[in-house]
């Protein structure tokens, strides 16, 4: 069983950087891929990226390429995003997720998912 804990989250402006953590309680997360994803109000939830964990691959939707960046930290079990340049359009509840062996952008191909944490990006 995995579980993930997102965090993180808040209020901030245009153009500011926000850190997304998912902390995984797991023993190893080796065959793992971990994913972000996003939900806006009213809207379907959309791939932001993914990472392999044993690999360190990443994968990213275009409309964050360059802006957001996703890592991991081993030791820690711990899944990041790094979000710079926010844009009010990346409003949205952001998860963390998780699979097995190869990134998907499909939010149904993830089995664990995080509870979620709210970014709002004023204009």
């Known amino acids: 069983q995995v579980q993930l804990v997102d965090s993180g989250g808040g209020l901030v402006q245009a153009g500011d950087s926000l850190r997304l953590s998912c902390a995984a309680s797991?023993?190893?997360?080796?065959?793992?891929?971990l994913g972000w994803f996003r939900q806006a109000p009213g809207q379907e939830r959309e791939f932001v990226g993914a990472?392999?964990?044993?690999?360190?691959?990443?994968s990213y939707a275009d409309s964050v390429k360059g802006r957001f960046t996703i890592s991991r930290d081993n030791a820690k079990n711990t899944l990041y995003l790094q979000m710079n340049n926010l844009k009010p359009e990346d409003t949205a509840v952001y998860c963390c997720?998780?699979?097995?062996?190869?990134?998907?952008?499909?939010?149904?191909?993830?089995?664990?998912w995080g509870q979620g944490t709210q970014v709002t990006v004023s204009s």
């Open positions: 990472i392999t964990w044993a690999a360190g691959r990443t």
């Open positions: 797991v023993r190893t997360f080796d065959n793992y891929v």
């Open positions: 997720a998780a699979k097995f062996v190869s990134i998907s952008t499909r939010d149904s191909d993830y089995r664990y």
